[in-house]
């Protein structure tokens, strides 16, 4: 079978790693993919959203299988292009149509989707500009701290979390009045503060049916101790120690089998990634988000602990038999440290030459944002290189992959040291 990877992160480099074990395979592409990518397949220089690029490359190179790493594409429609075209309905697409992908494109969708089939989250109202004074009144009604959270795609940015009335107030019109987060803020979900320990839940299903994939917990913060501003994610660990099997049952109980089931109800086809963003509330899960695709660098660490042949199960959920698809999950721990860019969130600099790749041996290393520039790989991105180790227990693989991140070199380098410290 020949394979076409959208998307050019960690998380499209961890699926290439992962896809090219399958003897099911015969040739992988990433479009457009790194610097780390070519080593499992053959990058091609496509965009994202060039859905008609694609489609071409597709069928000029005999393609029969697409994975969308990433949302956007998702949420802008590759689904829906393929299915509208004769030539390309056929291909399977890994990734929800256009109504599915509304879960992560649209904020109110998707608390107005938990409401409706009794999935618990955190209560909630959404407001716009017809009902924006009403908003500001209705700030004045709320416990703080107050969440904010921008209803469109905002880059991982469109969440606000602030602890004064005042600050709630000038946020939402700012994201309303003034577009602080462009299209995405036209309408805001002004959300209940939940308090607890977050972690994410991954699920594959072909819409009728679904396997779980491992927990994970990611670490958002830039700065040790999970201090300083939000990231794109600097780290995972993978299983996550207080999500114990009481826990997760009641996961598949109350938010993964509604959620499926709903969708069902809703006539809305979904082949694909669920990634349920959860907080654990003294034992009780409440979902945060959904995602409609894996999240970075959680899949790092996920899919390393995953067994099964993944090109065998992603058939299973284009031909819709995922439930007859052998699924096994390895007992060991994975922990990812991620590499960054000096300076990352803010400014940075690109085109740093990293060296000393070859020398991590105990741990895999995913690129993320590189290239390759006359041989040289140098960093493309904030968040560069994210470097995996799977050992019997936790503290293992934390100790294997941080000592590894320090064995990669290029200037500006910075990576935290204490992921997972939390969970010891």
Not at 131 to 150: C, F, H, M, R, S
Not at 186 to 203: A, P, Q
Not at 238 to 244: E, G, I, Q
Not at 393 to 417: E, W
């Amino acid at each position: 079978m020949n394979i076409l990877i959208i998307g050019s992160g960690g998380r499209e480099s961890a699926f290439a790693y992962k896809l090219a074990q399958s003897p099911k395979l015969d040739k992988l592409f990433i479009a457009p993919g790194n610097a780390g990518t070519g080593q499992y397949g053959e990058n091609v220089p496509l965009k994202v959203t060039d859905f008609k690029g694609i489609g071409e490359f597709v069928l000029a190179n005999d393609i029969q299988m697409v994975v969308v790493g990433p949302e956007e594409p998702l949420v802008k429609g590759i689904h829906d292009y393929f299915l509208a075209d004769e030539q390309l309905k056929g291909i399977a697409v890994i990734g929800p149509q256009q109504e599915g992908a509304q879960l992560e494109g649209s904020k109110d969708f998707s608390k107005e989707f938990m409401i409706r089939h009794q999935v618990p989250t955190a209560a909630f109202r959404s407001f716009d500009k017809t009902n924006l004074e009403e908003g500001l009144a209705y700030l004045d009604t709320q416990k703080l701290p107050i969440v904010l959270k921008a209803d469109g795609l905002a880059q991982g940015k469109g969440v606000l979390i602030l602890d004064s009335y005042e600050e709630a107030k000038a946020e939402l019109k700012a994201m309303i009045s003034d577009a602080k987060f462009g299209e995405a803020s036209n309408v805001v979900v002004v959300e209940e503060f939940l308090k607890g320990i977050e972690l994410s839940v991954f699920v594959l299903t072909d819409g009728k049916d679904h396997k779980v994939l491992p927990s994970a917990k990611d670490y958002k913060r830039i700065g040790e101790g999970d201090t300083g501003l939000n990231t794109g994610g600097m780290g995972s660990v993978s299983p996550v120690p207080f999500a114990d099997q009481t826990f997760l049952d009641k996961v598949e109980e109350r938010i993964i089998k509604p959620t499926v089931d709903g969708l069902k109800k809703d006539n809305i086809p979904y082949k694909g990634f669920i990634f349920i963003g959860l907080m654990n509330v003294e034992g009780e899960p409440y979902v945060i988000e959904y995602n409609v695709r894996m999240g970075d660098p959680e899949t790092e660490s996920v899919l390393l602990r995953i067994e099964s042949d993944l090109v065998d199960l992603l058939e299973g959920v284009a031909q819709g038999n995922l439930a007859d698809r052998s699924y096994t999950v390895s007992p060991k721990t994975a922990a990812t440290v991620m590499l960054v860019s000096g300076g990352y969130p803010g400014s940075y600099e690109q085109g740093k030459v990293i060296s000393n790749i070859e020398n991590v041996k105990e741990s895999i290393v995913f690129h993320a944002g590189t290239k390759l520039v006359n041989g040289e790989v140098q960093t493309a991105g904030g968040r560069v290189i994210a470097v995996t180790a799977l050992e019997e227990d936790l503290f293992s693989a934390l100790q294997q992959a941080t000592a590894d991140a320090g064995r990669i070199f290029f200037q500006g380098k910075y990576f935290r040291t204490d992921i997972g410290f939390d969970l010891i």
